[in-house]
């Protein structure tokens, strides 16, 4: 059995022998926590998802989420943090993980999914932007079958050099300061900020949450209007 035992963190006690303990260890039935992410959530809100689950503390995910040479081990992208990166599924953590860890489980799933709707983030020009455009479109889609035609929509005010004036990256402003409107008022539509779309043309600096793989395809095959 020594050969076989699965890593993981184990609490043992009661009245356990000592084959029950190395069968434990064998099948890997670990101390873990289950969480779930839904579509398009910010990292914002998933760094204080795991800190609510008491897994690791906000401040360290922070930190692990903005440090570049992380970053670019994980994605191969010389960019200012993983947001956009951590795809939204259910994972069972292990206790015993590190902040750096747990953004690598969600980071690797992010490219899993990509690979097996066979999206190669390498041959893909402007990939970063793209996946900014598909954060938006996560954010702005009801139904799922809106998603090719918002991304469409986008892309054509990005082609004339129009604002985007998306709802979606004033919420993400307001977001850390615990402000979520239903309507926007006009003063919060011109606030000064990089991700305000209302006021800057373009795109945001980074995506804005973390879209599902439906979004990113809809931004790579956008149906075509006017």
Known sequence: ???NLQIGSYIFGGRANLWQTVSRLLEGKSEAITITFPEGLSLYKTLKKIDRSSLMPFDSLSYAA???????????????SLE???YPETYRFSIALSADSI?????EEFFKRLQQEGIDPNTIPDFYEKLILASIVEKEAGPASEREIIAGVFINRLNRGMRLQSCPTVDYILEPKGIKREVLSYAETQIPSPYNTYMNAGLPPTPIANPSVASIKAVLNPARHN
């Open 1 to 3: 059995a020594d050969r």
């Open 103 to 107: 953004l690598a489980t969600q980071t």
């Open 66 to 80: 903005t440090d570049s040479s992380l970053i670019r081990r994980l994605t191969g992208f010389k960019v200012p």
């Open 84 to 86: 956009g990166f951590l």
